[in-house]
T-cell receptor, first 114, second 115 residues
Framework: AQSVAQPEDQVNVAEGNPLTVKCTYS??????LFWYVQYPNRGLQFLLK??????LVKGSYGFEAEFNKSQTSFHLKKPSALVSDSALYFC????????????FGAGTTVTVRA | DSGVTQTPKHLITATGQRVTLRCSPR?????VYWYQQSLDQGLQFLIQ???????AKGNILERFSAQQFPDLHSELNLSSLELGDSALYFC??????????????FGPGTRLTVL
C-alpha cells in the first residue's frame, strides 16, 4: 500500500530564511508525487508535482521540490520564505499504475515570522 | 479559484439524519474524487468516479454513497449520521484518461457538523 510521511508537525522559520518541508513516501510501483497547500478555511491548492524526468521540480509561488529515489523523499523547498507562506502543507503520492487515488501525509504547519 | 465548486459551504444537522453534498468538477474534467478531512484521520480518500462510473473506493463507510451524473457533477450522500462524521468534505477533479499523473484540483469543501 502506498503511504506518505511528513515527519514534522510544525516548521517555524523567519521571513527571508530558507524553508524546507520534509516528505518521504512508500509505494510498490512508480510514484507520482504532489505538494498541496491549504490556507485556513480554504480548499487545497496544487503547488507542484513530480511525474518523471528532472529530479528538481519547480512550482507555484517560488516553491520547488527535489525527488530523491534512493532516499524515497520529496522535500519541498523555498529559498526565501514569506509571512504569506504560513499555511498547512500536504505531501501526496499516487502509486502508478496500481492506484488512482492520492494518499496524503498528515500535513505540516508552516509558520513564517516577520 | 480551482474551478471546482461545492455546495453547500456549511451544513449543520442532527445525528441520524441524511445529507447530500454536491460537487461540480472543472469544465472538461471526467474524474471526480471525494475526500474527508478530520482532525483525527487527516485527509482520507473516499471514492472516485470517472465519466459516470465508480473507479476506486477508499475508506468509505457503508452509510455513505456517491454517484456521478451524465453532466459530470457528483453527489455524496451521507446517511444515519453520527457525531464522528463531522468533518470537512472535499471534492476534487482531474482531466484526461483516469487522471493518471494529472494533479487533482480541489473545491473549497463542505463543512459538516453533526450535533
Amino acid at each position: 500500500a502506498q503511504s506518505v510521511a511528513q515527519p514534522e508537525d510544525q516548521v517555524n522559520v523567519a521571513e527571508g530564511n530558507p524553508l524546507t518541508v520534509k516528505c518521504t513516501y512508500s509505494v510498490s510501483g512508480n510514484p507520482y508525487l504532489f505538494w498541496y497547500v491549504q490556507y485556513p478555511n480554504r480548499g487545497l491548492q496544487f503547488l507542484l508535482k513530480y511525474i518523471t524526468g528532472d529530479n528538481l521540480v519547480k512550482g507555484s509561488y517560488g516553491f520547488e521540490a527535489e525527488f530523491n529515489k534512493s532516499q524515497t523523499s520529496f522535500h519541498l523547498k523555498k529559498p526565501s520564505a514569506l509571512v504569506s507562506d504560513s499555511a498547512l502543507y500536504f505531501c501526496a503520492v499516487r502509486d502508478v499504475p496500481n492506484d488512482y487515488k492520492l494518499s496524503f501525509g498528515a500535513g505540516t504547519t508552516v509558520t513564517v515570522r516577520a | 479559484d480551482s474551478g471546482v465548486t461545492q455546495t453547500p459551504k456549511h451544513l449543520i444537522t442532527a445525528t441520524g439524519q441524511r445529507v447530500t453534498l454536491r460537487c461540480s468538477p472543472r469544465s472538461g474534467d471526467l474524474s471526480v474524487y471525494w475526500y474527508q478531512q478530520s482532525l483525527d484521520q487527516g485527509l482520507q480518500f473516499l471514492i472516485q468516479y470517472y465519466n459516470g462510473e465508480e473507479r476506486a473506493k477508499g475508506n468509505i463507510l457503508e452509510r455513505f454513497s456517491a454517484q456521478q451524473f451524465p453532466d459530470l457533477h457528483s453527489e455524496l450522500n451521507l446517511s444515519s449520521l453520527e457525531l464522528g462524521d463531522s468533518a470537512l468534505y472535499f471534492c476534487a477533479s482531474s482531466g484526461s484518461m483516469a487522471g493518471r499523473g494529472n494533479e487533482q484540483f480541489f473545491g473549497p469543501g463542505t463543512r459538516l457538523t453533526v450535533l
